[in-house]
């Protein structure tokens, strides 16, 4: 039996359904039953029967499908594959900004832990977080954690002033200027999207900011033919089927994600075999975690 088809029966076995992420490597995306963004996971995550969630992606999102599918065994083949973004903030940090500011509205990007999320008020991800910034009263003071790229681009969007937690995602913040311009020099007639993890300056030079989710339908929805692609290179795979008359540029070097890419077939196959790892989260955080990011779904 080869490696996927062990896989294949060992998920019909365990009645288990795999969810990975877009970054994911090429052939743990195709052994997916689904595929996505963060938001796009989550949605599937909260509305599945199935009673073993395998999660492709790093800790943060696994946490999530937990906190919305807590009847669900939700297994993480690769348990120290995580976001550093998500640990520049903690829960204790947290609880001492909003001690020190009471009036603040805390919105959280998705990329944190869900000790951190029991904290917040709201959550939000790269898809949506326009929309949920727009939803907060105006005379409303935020803070905006913990992707101070991903807060700064939305504030200056909505002119809406917010403060910004110093966090960052080393992949996309690493992304320079000069990258971007040595592309558009090799690729004239290219449209440039990229990651709103991106700096302002990056952003600034992109004709859209997107979700991951986002840059695959608007390119396979798109009239037109070649893109440069601001984000991390596994998005490549799903639209190079999804997308394939088109014709896409990474930057050099490309952006990879390292813990996005721990993800593998012997470990998904290792972790139906024996039902472990397993993401385990107190009854109470997951009370706790499930509010602010049922806003995010509600709205
Ligand atoms: P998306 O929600 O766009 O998939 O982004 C998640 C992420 O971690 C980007 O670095
Ligand atoms: Fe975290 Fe950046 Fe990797 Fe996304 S690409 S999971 S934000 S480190």
Same mark, same amino acid.
């Given at each position: 039996m080869t490696l996927r088809e062990e896989i294949l029966s060992l998920k019909n076995e365990r009645k288990a359904i795999l969810l990975a992420h877009n970054y994911c490597p090429d052939d743990v995306q195709e052994i997916a039953d689904f595929t996505g963004d963060s938001l796009q996971l989550s949605i599937q995550a909260a509305k599945t029967k199935a009673p073993v969630i395998v999660f492709c992606g790093v800790r943060f999102m696994a946490e999530t499908a937990k906190i919305l599918s807590p009847d669900s065994i939700v297994l993480? =083949?690769?348990?120290? !594959?995580?976001c550093p973004m998500a640990e520049m903030v903690n829960a204790e940090r947290i609880r001492a900004f909003r001690q020190s500011h009471p009036d603040h509205m805390l919105v959280a990007?998705?990329?944190?832990?869900a000790e951190t999320k029991a904290e917040v008020d709201i959550c939000c991800t790269s898809a949506n977080a326009e929309r949920i910034v727009a939803?907060? =009263? !105006?005379?409303r003071p935020i803070l905006f954690l913990p992707d101070r790229n991903l807060g700064a681009n939305i504030s200056q969007k909505l002119n809406r002033p917010m403060e910004l937690w110093p966090g960052f995602c080393p992949i996309h913040d690493r992304i320079t200027v000069e990258d971007v311009k040595a592309a558009k020099a090799a690729h004239p007639h290219a449209r440039f999207l990229c990651h709103p993890e991106c700096r302002p300056e990056i952003v600034a030079l992109a004709d859209e900011a997107l979700s991951t989710g986002g840059m695959i339908a608007r390119i396979c929805n798109a009239e037109e033919s070649e893109f440069i692609i601001g984000t991390e290179s596994g998005i490549l795979h799903r639209l190079s089927i999804d997308a394939a008359g088109k014709k896409l540029y990474p930057l050099a070097p490309p952006p990879v994600c390292p813990d996005m890419k721990k993800l593998s077939l012997e470990a998904i196959r290792d972790s139906l075999r024996s039902n472990t790892p397993e993401i385990k989260l107190s009854a109470d955080i997951i009370e706790k975690a499930r509010k602010p990011i049922e806003r995010m779904l509600a709205l």
């Amino acid at each position: 039996m080869t490696l996927r088809e062990e896989i294949l029966s060992l998920k019909n076995e365990r009645k288990a359904i795999l969810l990975a992420h877009n970054y994911c490597p090429d052939d743990v995306q195709e052994i997916a039953d689904f595929t996505g963004d963060s938001l796009q996971l989550s949605i599937q995550a909260a509305k599945t029967k199935a009673p073993v969630i395998v999660f492709c992606g790093v800790r943060f999102m696994a946490e999530t499908a937990k906190i919305l599918s807590p009847d669900s065994i939700v297994l993480h =083949p690769v348990p120290d !594959a995580g976001c550093p973004m998500a640990e520049m903030v903690n829960a204790e940090r947290i609880r001492a900004f909003r001690q020190s500011h009471p009036d603040h509205m805390l919105v959280a990007y998705v990329n944190t832990t869900a000790e951190t999320k029991a904290e917040v008020d709201i959550c939000c991800t790269s898809a949506n977080a326009e929309r949920i910034v727009a939803s907060i =009263p !105006a005379d409303r003071p935020i803070l905006f954690l913990p992707d101070r790229n991903l807060g700064a681009n939305i504030s200056q969007k909505l002119n809406r002033p917010m403060e910004l937690w110093p966090g960052f995602c080393p992949i996309h913040d690493r992304i320079t200027v000069e990258d971007v311009k040595a592309a558009k020099a090799a690729h004239p007639h290219a449209r440039f999207l990229c990651h709103p993890e991106c700096r302002p300056e990056i952003v600034a030079l992109a004709d859209e900011a997107l979700s991951t989710g986002g840059m695959i339908a608007r390119i396979c929805n798109a009239e037109e033919s070649e893109f440069i692609i601001g984000t991390e290179s596994g998005i490549l795979h799903r639209l190079s089927i999804d997308a394939a008359g088109k014709k896409l540029y990474p930057l050099a070097p490309p952006p990879v994600c390292p813990d996005m890419k721990k993800l593998s077939l012997e470990a998904i196959r290792d972790s139906l075999r024996s039902n472990t790892p397993e993401i385990k989260l107190s009854a109470d955080i997951i009370e706790k975690a499930r509010k602010p990011i049922e806003r995010m779904l509600a709205l």
